[in-house]
């Protein structure tokens, strides 16, 4: 089974609206972290965003947040305020405690931002 | 600052030929990894290593080895280049787990590799 789902191919949203990146996970481990990757066309990886199993409040980075609902094992990405730069692939991860130094990627998104 | 750094970032060779690419981090991190970038595919883990003279295969292994002399390096070597494994290559670093566990990996910034 996948340890981490990314169902969007690729998303539209026109520039100062807001979009939601959807993330969905499979574990067994109560202790685990979700991270948020960007990647631009450039090709560099740039951690965007990080929120923990234990974690009582969703994580926010500007105008990143992360709606996360650990009953639907679920961690969907929140850009506000989209911008032309936002264009990128965004990739959801996952690290597990009990592993402690894997990391699973999802397949990733593609998100253009329309002027 | 603290960095990891890969080389070449692009790569010709020919199907056949031995392949290395190199890894460097000054992070000072235990953990690093090797991973093939491809559409549709994202990041799939090839080797990884938790420390000095530790290995680890991923989940696509096969005709790629790495090897960890010390903390900073970790170069990957294909054996014989396939045409199969014409990718960007990605390594990353991080530090353990445990009270690391919420810190993400560190990324270099590529290598793209074509294999004629």
């Known amino acids: 089974a996948q340890k981490i789902t990314q169902t969007q191919p690729g998303m539209f949203v026109q520039e100062k609206e807001a979009v939601t990146l959807d993330c969905t996970y499979d574990t067994s481990d109560p202790s685990y972290g979700l991270f948020w990757y960007k990647q631009p066309s450039s090709g560099e990886m740039i951690f965007l965003i990080y929120?923990?199993?234990?974690?009582?409040q969703n994580a926010t980075e500007g105008r990143y947040s992360l709606n996360f609902q650990k009953a639907r094992k679920s961690a969907n990405l929140v850009i506000s305020a989209s911008q032309l730069g936002d264009s990128a692939m965004y990739f959801c991860a996952m690290r597990e405690l009990n592993t402690g130094n894997q990391f699973y990627f999802g397949t990733g998104t593609s998100l253009t931002v329309i002027p | 600052d603290a960095e990891i750094t890969q080389s070449p970032r692009h790569k010709i060779t020919e199907t056949g030929r031995q392949v290395t690419l190199a890894c460097h981090q000054t992070w000072n991190h235990n953990n690093m990894f090797w991973y093939r970038q491809d559409l549709g595919h994202g990041l799939r883990l090839i080797h990884y290593s938790y420390g000095v003279q530790d290995t680890n295969k991923g989940e696509v292994s096969d005709g790629y080895s790495v090897s960890r002399s010390n903390t900073e390096d970790l170069p990957l070597t294909l054996e014989s280049a396939a045409s199969s494994q014409t990718s960007v290559y990605f390594c990353?670093?991080?530090?353990?787990?445990?009270?690391?566990?919420?810190?993400?990996?560190?990324f270099g910034d590529g290598t793209r590799l074509s294999i004629l």
């Open positions: 990353a670093s991080s530090e353990g787990g445990g009270a690391g566990s919420n810190q993400p990996q560190h």
């Open positions: 929120q923990g199993s234990y974690d009582q």
